[in-house]
């Protein structure tokens, strides 16, 4: 099983791929793997258990618990248990710092628009700046095609049941990527409003879209997004006239988890709206 | 379902400290999430079954996961309060800009380690 994206099915592997080309598969090995399938790496696994598998230990209550303590000698840990990742997330940041990029994690439900934010976003963009952009999807290249027919250049992690992008498969993806000082990278994420939240990848700023086709709850639904993102866009405001959505009650609920989300309202069909958001990239990067 | 990713983190920082310590094995390990720690408990406990059964030294472990209640904390009148779910709203003065001093822990606080 892949300790990062909890995988369980068949080989485990994390594909990366660039459109057109063929795509090669990483082994858990590569990213952050604590736990190997066969433990082939760490023999000291391997010394018998002996006399401790039929041992049978008392437990005993102590006294400085509220439940019931099994007994032995207690070793204080006090450590992250996403330890792991927020170090490699922290060496991505590094790297993105020295090399004065601008780095952006999209993340939403499934559908939102990301891809198609993604899209208008590039070809406003693309005569200013050099862009890149990181793909993650379960499966398929699609995203990362369509990304391709704007002419940026892009690679495509495949989770496979993996539900979020983490901070080693960026690693991974970015060495295959090259990107350019003072350049923005994209990283379109899962769809998936829970997972991500949990996983660093060292980017700068993480941004949110909803739709309005998704009703006002969604921040009071899945708060730890809400909580992790910087900037959150609100979509699809194109189809307002025809849904019973009210922008006011999805920003008291935005603000409610948090204060400090900036909001954007903007339609990826259309544009409206999406010279705030672009002139909001402008800034960052220039900062 | 990102619990299983935490609980096989868990089992990775118990393992390594059973084998810096040269124990045959881990009978507890006590874990501290927050209640904004975006870890749902039920599901992070069916991914430890799995998970730790499949390790030989944590076969017969234990996950003692201690919540940590939600704490907000008002900038300006620094009332602190514990509300059932996310809210930046001040119930003493009304301010919208409280911070979450605590909740968002995820950590393994200790292991118990088997006698040899
Ligand atoms: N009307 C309208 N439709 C939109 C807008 N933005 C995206 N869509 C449509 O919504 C659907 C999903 O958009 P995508 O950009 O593929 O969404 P996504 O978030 O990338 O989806 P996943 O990658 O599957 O999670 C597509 O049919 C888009 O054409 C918008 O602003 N207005
Ligand atoms: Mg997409
Ligand atoms: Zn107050």
Redesign the pocket.
Known sequence: MCDTCGCESGDGRITIMKPGQPGHTHPHEDHVHPHDHDHDHEPEYHHEPGHDQGHPHEHQPAQDHDHPRSAGRIISVETDVLQKNNLLAQRNRGYFEAKSMLVLNLVSSPGSG??TVLERTLNTLKKEKDLFVIEG?QQTTL?ASRISATGIPVVQINTGSGCHLDASMINMAVKELNPSDHSVLMI?NV?NLVCPALFDLGENFRVVIVSITEGEDKPLKYPQMFMSADVCLINKTDLLPYVDFSMEKVKEYLHRVNPRLECFELSARTGEGFDVWIDWIRKRQST | MHEFSIALNILEIAESTALQHEAPGISEVEVEVGDAAGVNIEALEFAWESAAGASPLLKQSKLAIHRVPLLFECPRCRHQYSPAELDVICPACGEKDSLLVQGRELKVKSVTLMDP
């Open positions: 990301k891809t999807d995203d379109e769809g």
